[in-house]
């Protein structure tokens, strides 16, 4: 993997960690800001709910950070495709879903950084 393509899934997993800390810690508060789509007497119903999306995006960040970790460059590169997938079929849904901005937060960098990983390898 280039240069490029693992400071992008570094970015990549620094944009989950922030996600995991907004739906796990700061949904009531700092997610009325960010998911303005969301009525707000639901933020406090969807709590428990929002806290288990962003268990899900904790695990999406310790794979792709488990991707920059790896040595062998043909596993390397085949989980990285995995969760880069992973993260952009997310974000995809999440944009039909939720809120289109996601697809720019979640999708389009991880499509970028898969598109990346095809042409270096």
């Known amino acids: 993997m280039s240069l490029i393509t693992n400071i992008l899934v570094a970015f990549i997993a620094a944009i989950h ?7 796990m810690f700061a949904w009531t508060t700092r997610g009325r800001k960010t998911f303005k789509s969301v009525p707000a007497d639901m933020f406090e119903k969807t709590k428990v709910m929002a806290a288990n999306q962003g268990l899900y995006n904790g ?3 310790a794979g792709l950070i488990w991707c920059l970790l790896i040595t062998d460059p043909y596993w390397k590169v085949n989980v990285s495709y995995f969760f880069l997938s ?3 079929v997310a974000g995809v849904y999440g944009a039909l879903t939720v809120q289109r901005s996601i697809f720019f937060v979640q999708a389009l960098p991880s ?3 898969l598109l990346l990983l095809i042409l270096s390898n």
């Not at 960690?17 to 739906?23: C, K, P, S, T």
Request: aromatic share 24%.
């Open 17 to 23: 960690l922030y996600i995991v800390w907004l739906e």
């Open 86 to 88: 992973c993260v952009f």
């Open 111 to 113: 499509g970028l950084a």
């Open 59 to 61: 695990f999406l960040a």
